[in-house]
């Protein structure tokens, strides 16, 4: 049996603003510095060997990762940092408060473009470039996604990295985001593309699957 831990990064300044992020960046405030602490200290005790880490390419889940690492005492572990683990673009809301956009587009349709798998929020007008994405295609980076098309970058990064390490018995750990994170438990869990709609990650919360040899489910665990 090998073991997958999947952990939100911990509380972003967006998150405290309640806005949108989505591809940008957003540091850890001092309660995210904190949850991260809390969850290498809390993952100490469990009876893990990991042998690599995947991230984004987003500072806050670097940084969560970074933290949860020297709390176990395995700085030293191999990191792979991807675009395709960066959060659900969320196209021209990012920036915006979420209590403002209900207020401008109705709290229906935000519902809709938040957690359905479906729905597109409004795309930005043009993309800027960054260099953290300028050795990759220009065509990665999306003007707006759902969950939907942000699951199809994401699928197969699991089916060429992440699962085969499980595969050949080696404990992983994915430090991401919250879109990023439910779009992989829909499909490690085969929710439905409504059910996914009730899934919540809870930041810098810990889960621990264990797999079988074929990579299906034996036990999930949430630690609090």
């Given at each position: 049996?090998?073991k ?29 510095i ?66 403002y ?27 800027e ?8 295609p ?17 699928i ?36 439905s ?8 990650v ?23």
């Amino acid at each position: 049996m090998v073991k997958l831990v999947l952990i939100r990064h911990g509380q972003s300044l967006a998150n405290q603003e309640n806005v949108y992020t989505g591809w940008s960046d957003s540091p850890l405030t001092k309660a995210g510095i904190k949850e991260a602490k809390y969850a290498g200290q809390i993952l100490k005790k469990e009876p893990l060997a990991l042998t690599k880490v995947h991230t984004s390419c987003l500072t806050r889940a670097i940084k969560t990762a970074d933290i949860v690492l020297e709390e176990l005492g395995q700085a030293y572990l191999p990191i792979t940092k991807t675009w395709r683990l960066n959060e659900r673009h969320y196209g021209a809301l990012r920036g915006l408060n979420k209590d403002y956009t209900r207020k401008l587009y109705g709290q229906k349709q935000v519902a809709l473009w938040r957690r359905s798998f479906e729905a597109v929020p409004p795309k930005l007008d043009h993309l800027e470039s960054e260099r953290r994405y300028q050795r990759y295609p220009a065509s990665i980076v999306p003007r707006a996604e759902s969950l939907a098309q942000a699951s199809r970058r994401i699928i197969p990064y699991w089916v060429d990295q992440i699962a085969p390490e499980l595969l050949r018995n080696k404990d992983q750990l994915v430090v991401a985001h919250g879109s990023t994170l439910r779009a992989l438990i829909k499909y490690l869990e085969q929710i439905s593309d409504t059910g996914i709609d009730g899934v919540e990650v809870g930041n810098a919360t810990p889960i621990i699957y264990e797999l079988d040899e074929q990579l299906q489910i034996i036990t999930k665990k949430i630690l609090e």
